[in-house]
């Protein structure tokens, strides 16, 4: 029996799953026992690597990069984003080293969202709420306003 014919049901489930979006393997793997799958979990993931449909490294680099630009988040937001979503914890690790929260990506976020008049409390609340930490927002800040 070929490898299709034995997973076809719980290989169409998880095809069905990972169309939309990037999917991590363990969201698959979920998925699929909430589907009363779980018995077929393990094949059908190694069959959807194999033909590199799921991939947890490029889910990782993809939600990394949507969240650069103007929608960028600080470190710790990515880190709690990936692993709400059960991104393999030495994959976020090592993703993340790589990523720099740089003084030109805080200017430039404050110049898209912030209007004439919009203060200091409400720039510092924007930037926290993106999830960068409490030094660059200062910096970011000083930058911005001045000196206090």
């Not at 363990?26 to 449909?53: F, N, Y």
């Not at 990506?105 to 898209?112: C, G, I, R, V, W």
Request: proline residues 1%; hydrophobic residues 40%.
């Amino acid at each position: 029996m070929s490898e299709f014919e034995l997973n076809g049901a719980a290989l169409a489930v998880a095809l069905k799953f990972v169309e939309r979006r990037e999917r991590f393997t363990s969201e698959l793997r979920q998925h699929l026992a909430s589907k009363g799958m779980e018995d077929q979990a393990d094949e059908v993931i190694a069959h959807l690597t194999r033909r590199r449909i799921i991939d947890d490294r490029r889910s990782i680099q993809n939600l990394i990069e949507r969240y650069a630009g103007r929608r960028a988040v600080g470190i710790e937001k990515l880190r709690a984003e990936l692993t709400r979503r059960g991104a393999p914890e030495e994959e976020v690790d090592a993703a993340l080293a790589k990523v720099s929260e740089s003084d030109k990506t805080l200017d430039n976020l404050l110049a898209m969202k912030l209007k004439p008049g919009d203060g200091r409390a409400k720039a510092a609340r924007f930037l926290l709420s993106r999830g960068f930490g409490e030094e660059q927002i200062e910096s970011a800040l000083n930058r911005y306003f001045g000196m206090d």
